[in-house]
T-cell receptor
Framework: AQSVTQLGSHVSVSEGALVLLRCNYS??????LFWYVQYPNQGLQLLLK??????LVKGINGFEAEFKKSETSFHLTKPSAHMSDAAEYFC????????????FGTGTLLAVQP | GAVVSQHPSWVICKSGTSVKIECRSL??????MFWYRQFPKQSLMLMAT?????????EQGVEKDKFLINHASLTLSTLTVTSAHPEDSSFYIC?????????FGPGTRLTVL
């Protein structure tokens, strides 16, 4: 079985500051890991994903995440926050296999202060 | 890139009525689609997996007779909330399976009065 824990339901940063959103996962099989962003009243947009290969994954809008198997983590970072980054961010895990069933974390609401 | 649409984007209905939500993959074929619901300020919860040409697979605790899913073609899956009640008010999101992941629709806001 898989599960995802996102530490911090709310994170607030200043514009230009580092963004760090934490995600830890549990999986009995090699996982696929995802970060999605959701703007108010909209669906989810994929930021980045890890399947296999390079553990540092670069995504859209300057975000990146590093898969650390020893720490069972997949934290999302961005060097410099922009006002437009304010949104809800979800980490998700799926077991490698045919269904791609996604298990989502509870989400982290990112606020960016001017 | 792949686009998934949902219709309607929002709907208000009276208690006891049924509501149909459509999920379409616009520029690709999706043999598998997923239906999620999201309560305010909460995460997405998978309701069911919809497979083209076969019965949907429902997650534990989801009433299949309440949430009817039909995946009649490779580009369309529908979710019908039957005899809707206020507790069914939620944000319903579909996604289409692609190699290595899923593309999500924009969601449908259902409000049951």
């Amino acid at each position: 079985a898989q599960s995802v824990t996102q530490l911090g339901s709310h994170v607030s940063v200043s514009e230009g500051a580092l963004v760090l959103l934490r995600c830890n996962y549990s999986s009995s099989v090699p996982p696929y890991l995802f970060w999605y962003v959701q703007y108010p009243n909209q669906g989810l947009q994929l930021l980045l994903k890890y399947t296999t290969g390079a553990t540092l994954v670069k995504g859209i809008n300057g975000f990146e995440a590093e898969f650390k198997k020893s720490e069972t983590s997949f934290h999302l970072t961005k060097p410099s926050a922009h006002m437009s980054d304010a949104a809800e961010y979800f980490c998700a895990v799926s077991a490698t296999g045919a269904t791609n069933k996604l298990i989502f974390g509870t989400g982290t609401l990112l606020a960016v202060q001017p | 890139g792949a686009v998934v649409s949902q219709h309607p984007s929002w709907v208000i209905c009276k208690s006891g009525t049924s509501v149909k939500i459509e999920c379409r993959s616009l520029d690709f074929q999706a043999t598998t689609m997923f239906w999620y619901r999201q309560f305010p300020k909460q995460s997405l919860m998978l309701m069911a997996t919809s497979n083209e040409g076969s019965k949907a697979t429902y997650e534990q605790g989801v009433e299949k007779d309440k949430f009817l899913i039909n995946h009649a073609s490779l580009t369309l899956s529908t979710l019908t909330v039957t005899s809707a009640h206020p507790e069914d008010s939620s944000f319903y999101i579909c996604s289409a399976k692609i190699p290595g992941g899923q593309f999500f629709g924009p969601g449908t806001r259902l409000t049951v009065l």
